[in-house]
């Protein structure tokens, strides 16, 4: 186990653990604002009445489990005011949560979480690309379940790696419904009878977009539902910290067994691609400064419609119109906004070199 420390040398988190516990009392005894990120999985309070069988009368193995029980659904709402309550606090001011649920609970959840502050970003739709069939007919199959993600409050800067979602997605915007097929073949635990050790243990696959995308190596993951471990699990290979909390005895064994074989990926693979705003800025006027660019050289828009003069303060003079290389260009193409970096191009040696490749000539120093 390892814990962090405040300034006295005392204690503060159990990391890389797993609490043994109710999760709102253990959430409580924890310090506050000092996660990063919560992944909640509540139980669903499914409501179930009754067995379900197959066409074959094979029984289902639904989800009956004592946790997933509550007498009615005001004592379900207390639960979730309650544990969303405890979560929040110990969320620093620009951390983050997800919750995910079914159509039974995730509802009452997202009004909760408006009611105590959070602040939601985004729901996200689970597709399941093999989901469990609907026997009785009755109803439409269900295929997906609903996350929803939340800031603590409004204003919050938190963790979103764009482009890193981005280049998961083969280079296209990641958009929020994903397809990925629940949880099965060997990555399905089992306990030891040779059967499901939880059922309704979540795929890596989807833990490891919600961490990769919005958290980043060295942040501290809370998991207040541990079940079999899966969040942990992915935390640690990503080189997340994590805190795990489950109060049922035989969900810890399997966790701690299967947590026990995951192994770190190396440090240079847990580097993700860098949104674009979170790189150095570069004035244009540097370029100038180190002679990359000289005072009176032209530049020549993209699509070679137009040219303007490098001045020796970093601005632009083309058209009449004196100013930045994005508001040159905004003006010449009579838009409203202009990416200077990648409108503006320079002529070397008979060739058009982007003005954006100095920049990030710069930046390449900077960072070494």
């Not at 094979?58 to 379900?76: E, G, I, L, M, T």
């Not at 979103?160 to 629940?182: C, H, T």
């Amino acid at each position: 186990m390892t814990t962090t420390k405040n300034a006295r040398g005392a204690a503060k988190l159990p990391l890389n653990t797993i609490i043994d516990g109710d999760c709102i009392e253990a959430m409580n005894a924890l310090p506050a604002n000092s996660i990063d990120l919560i992944f909640a999985d509540p139980p669903y309070n499914l409501q179930l009445r009754g067995d379900l069988h197959r066409p074959d009368n094979s029984r289902v193995d639904a989800v009956d489990d004592h946790w997933d029980q509550f007498d009615s659904f005001k004592v379900y709402d207390t639960f979730t005011a309650e544990w969303l309550k405890a979560a929040r606090r110990l969320l620093k001011p620009d951390g983050a949560l997800w919750v995910i649920g079914s159509y039974h609970n995730v509802f009452r959840m997202g009004a909760e979480l408006q009611n105590q502050g959070y602040w939601i970003l985004n729901d996200v739709v689970w597709r399941k690309s093999n989901p469990m069939p609907n026997f009785r007919g009755k109803r439409f199959t269900n295929a997906h379940e609903t996350l929803i993600w939340a800031s603590k409050s409004e204003g919050a800067k938190y963790t979103f790696n764009y482009e890193a979602l981005k280049a998961l997605n083969d280079g296209i915007q990641m958009r929020s419904d994903w397809v990925i097929p629940i949880c099965n073949g060997g990555e399905r635990l089992k306990d030891e009878n040779g059967d499901k050790a939880h059922p309704t243990q979540k795929p890596e696959a989807l833990l490891h977009r919600i961490l990769v995308g919005t958290s980043n190596p060295g942040d501290v993951v809370l998991d207040p539902f541990f079940g079999t471990g899966t969040t942990g699990a992915v935390a640690k290979m990503l080189g997340r910290d994590f805190i795990g909390i489950e109060r049922e005895e035989s969900y810890r064994r399997v966790a701690e067994r299967r947590l026990s074989k995951i192994r770190k990926f190396d440090k240079s693979a847990l580097e993700v691609t860098a949104s674009k705003r979170a790189e150095p800025r570069v004035p244009f006027g540097q370029l100038v400064e180190r002679g990359m660019l000289r005072p009176g050289e032209e530049l020549y828009s993209m699509n070679n419609r137009y040219k303007a003069k490098v001045r020796a303060d970093g601005t632009l003079v083309g058209d009449g119109i004196k100013g930045s290389i994005h508001q040159v260009g905004a003006h010449l193409e009579g838009a409203p906004s202009c990416n200077g970096w990648t409108y503006w191009c320079i002529r070397r040696d008979g060739k058009s070199v982007p003005i954006d490749i100095f920049r990030q000539q710069i930046r390449a120093e900077m960072s070494g």
